[in-house]
């Protein structure tokens, strides 16, 4: 069907009831359905198809009319002769202009407000703002007999259409009279951007300025005054002549129009339009157009006209999609078919709606490329087409509308330039909108995890017949109505019931939680959509389910052979309520790489700390794919060599097993490399590792498959990590004080055996020493103490000591050492660092046991005491009694704090003495004899001023201990006097503090047999002095297993900032038969002589020995040094 513009005048004037009559060739037909089938057809099937007069006063009907909310509406009529008098009201769509407007409908008359041409034929009329939303009919009055009824709005401009593309656009807020939206795109602007609202639209005035609505004038908010009443034209009662209707009767080739208005003058213009459906073909006679004028059955007027040449058209024109892909903005492949009337020499096509095809790349399959032409929404194709042809074309690349739709297109032929063939507006295939997916994230238990417990699990990929959390955001191109259905699927993925969930994200930063119905899950999930959901500038949606992924027999991709990892595509449509689909992402989303589990563990003999031993990595299931590269990864703290294989593993020497060529190590992780077969089933392998120092906290191993010629990820596994075996039986005691030159008491019972030629290695912490010198070997099976003369050897290690085994260290036996060595200046501040390492070697120097967890007690100060001592009268034979001094010194003041001195004395030692007064002294007394240490004067010397250099030493060493003194005479500890001779002394005296002990028989505590405890006065200082306690003591008939005595400083317990705890040194037994050292008597007796007493007051062998002369302190000072050192 095609319009016919008809343009004519008369000869003579024509009057209302006259008849234009045109009568069209043969095969033309006018009637709106040949058959007269159509409904609303009049009964006599004279209706006709179309029929336009464009000569009738007013507008042109069929307008497309647009506002949108928030913007002026102005409505741009065309027209015939409009005038300054007419005006437009609206109405709803179910009421026919002419009629009352209709509930809810702005029922207000506009006039003309400008006319956009001379002539008449354009008008502009201002509707406002304030319009609602929705449809409605345009109604025009043309004034010429006023515009004050309803009747006389009696002509149809067209359909207006107001929209409000802000509504669903959540934007920031705006001043009054601006908006932050974009009323004619529906986008936010930014805030130097906001768009002016037109004058006289609503807004709000503050409430301090006017309490009538506000309205906006040039971006301001102004009081809003009251509306002013407009004049009305007066009633006619007669119908206007703009209102009159024409008559328009059609039969076959025939249309009749008899004419309703008042008339037309003489040669006047006439214009109309009327539309007819061409004959297939160009007549063969009578090929023209009769155009008559008729009054009364009478022609008052004629002409014939030459009719137009009739352009065939094509038949059983198909247009169809046929490549996979059919999402909007998708490249596609389409097939054209359609049957010629006439040859041509050229196709040309236009994809017309919706607005966007892309042809500018497309070709046709099976043409040279150069054949083609394309550009924007149109190609040209250059092809030989002959007549009465079926004709069939693929087209390739084709570029699909973004926001899809229906498709329309046109279809011409020519040959030169000259039309043969054409059609128009034929339907194609619909396109669906295109649905971006973003953001995709598939996560297992241990992804989804937020304690970081299982973090390197997170790191690996996820596995076959794994249950995981997928979440996908996604984004549609185009709106999508209610009652949608959402339906995602991927082959063999299961959907877990109930966990589905869906959002709304909108460009603010803003979410809404949707509750869509589910329809149904397990192969796939549908979700009923109750709203609508709106285009990817307005929002987004997150879905998030959980899914079950497939097995590796499931994997149809991996079990063709088509891929290694499973992965699968993932559709996503939604589907309208006739289950046709208007939005897809064509399957396009490549799903999630899929690998498998490796069941493994790894063992040892045994897993001594810090320790280089080969372990066992048993794999027991291995991937679907075989892997070539092992990634080994242990706990942190274990170390690799770089030829990491152990010594004599048979790894890859074994027929029918996989084939591993390299082992390289590095920190705690380990390369394999495997053949090309890879690790195509079960093995064992061997390597080598050195165990970390101390067990680490994540005692896990990981291993990871991947393929060396991609470096992908195909398998991995957690195993168990090595039990670590630190010596439980293992302990160091000594003094923990500061800077302290003391003995160290190392226990140790092995749990394996060493063959002679091990070693023991221990090392102090920092700041500490070991020394070689006076290294004593306690306890050992089958050994005396101080028989040990060729069974140990030592030499230094480090700040430690590596003692050699001449014999076997037998397992589970106790060994006992005495070490000489120094203490730090403090502990180390890491108390993590603060310990002794103790290794268990082979001979070959492997570690057979260790331990590097033997904590060291906080260190202390306590007056820079030094190590105590013993000395003993008579010759200890076993079974007898002694008498035993402990010696101590003290050298400088210490703090209060101290409240006992315990002597702890060996496995069958017993003192025999009794509770006296400290001044009682017979054979079952305890003997205090201490004297003050002094400090040294500066002997002379050659400087120039000699008195202030000793001056100035003398203060320096004041800080530490009492101002120096001159006194006559010194009050011993007893109460005597201890009279000095008058000859002149190198030694400055100084005031000494009393020995904080108190009085009566319970200075001492004598009430364990194995104990001597010296009481003191906790509240007063410990002065710097040395000191003797004698006692007596029963011996044992045998010599005791380990023979050490024990001197604890135990402190008050309200003394933790002062002191952190008890301190007890370690002091070696003498054994029987054995003498003190002379030089260490010899100055004990200088000690008891200062303090009044006889040393050697009850001895049966040293009869007469009496009271030593008295010595200056540094000759006593010289004593105890020499003795110290023996």
Known sequence: ASAISVTFSLVEPAFAG?????????????????????????????????????????????????????????????????????????????????????????????????????????????????????????????????????????????????????????CGTAPPCYSSCDPRSGRCVSQ????????????????????LPGRCDQGQCVPRGPPSPQASDAEASAVPPSCLADGFECLDREMAWTLGYEGYARFQPIYFEATALHPTSLPPEDNVFDLSHLRGGVVRGSRLVQAYGIRPQLSQVNISRTGAESAGGATTELRLSFVTVQSASTLWIRAKEPIGFDLGSAFVTGLQPSAGHGQGDTMEIEMNISAKQQISIELANVRLPLEGGASLFDIVTYNGSTVQDSVYDVPGFLIPAHVAVSDIVLLNSYKQDTSSQFAVEATFGNRYGETAKLSVRWALSSAIPPQSMLKIAAAYWQFVPGTSKMAESRPDGTATSLAPDVVEEGASLSLRLATGLRPSRLASYMIEVEVLAPTPSQCLCFGSGLCQLCQTNWSMEVLDAADVVIATNDALLVGFPLVSEVIWDV?????????????TLRLTTVGAVPATVLMVTAPFGYEFPYQCFALLALNGTVAGLPVFTQCTGRLNSAALLLDDQGLYRSSNLQLRVTTPRTPPQDNRWYIQGRLRATNTEVCWGVAAGLPSQQMTDVSVEFAALQTLH????????????????????????????????????FFAPGVVSGDETGLISCSSYRQGIQIVFAATMLAGSPYAFGLQGGTAAASAADRDSDVFSLQVLNPSGTVAESSFSIQAPPLQSFGSIEQPYLLWYDMPTPGTSIWVSLGLRV???????????????????????????RDEIDEHSVTLAWRPLQLPSSPAGIFSDYEAWTRAEEIALANEAPAPVLV?????????????????????????????????????????????????????????????????????SRKPRLNLWYVTLAFAANTSGRYDGDVRFVVPGFDFFQQPPSAAVEHAQHVFDYAGYDYFQFSTQHVGSGQLPKYDVPLALFCLAFALHL
């Open 192 to 211: 130097d951007l906001l768009i002016q609202l037109a004058d006289g639209a609503d807004c709000v005035m503050p409430s301090n300025e006017s309490s």
């Open 603 to 615: 063992f040892a003999l045994r897993a001594p700390p810090q320790a280089l031993l080969d372990v």
């Open 891 to 917: 050298p400088r003041r210490a703090a209060a704090g101290l409240e006992t001195l315990r002597v702890s004395l060996p496995d069958g030692f017993e003192h025999t003495a009794l509770a006296r007064n």
């Open 18 to 170: 006259d008849v234009i009559r045109l009568t069209a060739p043969p095969g033309y037909d006018f009637r709106a359905d040949p058959q007269g089938q159509e409904s609303g057809t009049s009964a006599s099937g004279k209706t006709c198809r179309k029929v336009q007069n464009w000569s009738k006063l007013g507008v042109q009907p069929d307008q497309d009319l647009r506002c949108f909310q928030g913007l002026l509406c102005v409505l741009r009529l065309s027209g015939h002769d409009l005038s300054l008098r007419s005006q437009v009201q609206l109405n709803r769509l179910d009421r026919p202009c002419g009629d009352l407007p209709g509930r809810d409908v702005d029922a207000r008359r506009t006039s003309l407000s400008a006319l956009g041409a001379g002539d008449g034929t354009q008008a502009e009329f201002e509707l406002g703002t304030a319009l609602p939303l929705g449809q409605f009919h345009v109604c025009y009055c043309h004034g010429d007999g006023g515009c004050d009824r309803n009747d006389r709005f009696c002509q149809t401009a067209g359909i207006l259409t107001v929209a409000d593309l802000c509504a669903e656009a959540t």
């Open 742 to 777: 003391t003995v160290f008491l190392l226990r140790v019972t092995t749990e394996v055996e060493v063959a002679a030629g091990g070693s023991l290695v221990v090392i102090p912490p920092p700041g500490y020493l070991l020394s070689c010198d006076g290294l004593k070997l």
């Open 968 to 1036: 006559a005479e010194v009050v011993a500890s007893n109460g005597s006097v201890n009279a000095t001779t008058g000859t002149t002394s190198t030694t400055t005296s100084t005031e000494m503090d009393e020995m904080p002990v108190p009085q009566g028989r319970n200075w001492v505590n004598l009430g364990q047999r194995n104990e001597v405890q010296m009481r003191l006065i906790s509240s007063r200082t410990f002065p710097a002095c040395e000191l003797l306690l004698r006692f007596p003591v029963q011996l044992p």
